[in-house]
């Protein structure tokens, strides 16, 4: 049974793993062709709507603080914030068991 997730489990985890990094070097290389790059924040160019653009700026305020109120986390540079919950189930059993000990023993 181990013999065949080694042979089968493992080449298939790599295959994965090399398909998923083959996608995102693609993207990411026609994302390359097209990107502008804004080198300041300052004055925006108009003719660059549309586009996908890169900025770099500590000048981004965002207009409150972004806040979980269930948790009590806030951050005030953030621009969004977003909780991913995970659920966990199980089964519980129990059993309770009363024994008498001998007094002769």
Request: a negative charge; aromatic letters at 12%.
């Amino acid at each position: 049974f181990l013999a065949s997730i080694f042979f089968i489990g493992i080449p298939w985890y790599v295959f994965s793993c090399e398909q998923e990094l083959f996608e995102m070097t693609t993207a990411f290389s026609e994302a390359e062709d097209v990107l502008v790059s804004i080198p300041s924040d300052k004055n925006p160019n108009p003719s660059h709507t549309g586009e996908l653009v890169h900025i770099q700026s500590d000048n981004i305020q965002p207009g409150s603080v972004v806040m979980d109120p269930d948790f009590q986390l806030s951050n005030p540079k953030a621009l969004k914030m977003k909780r991913i919950p995970e659920f966990c189930q199980w089964i519980e059993h129990y059993t309770e068991e009363k024994r008498r000990i001998n007094e002769n023993e």
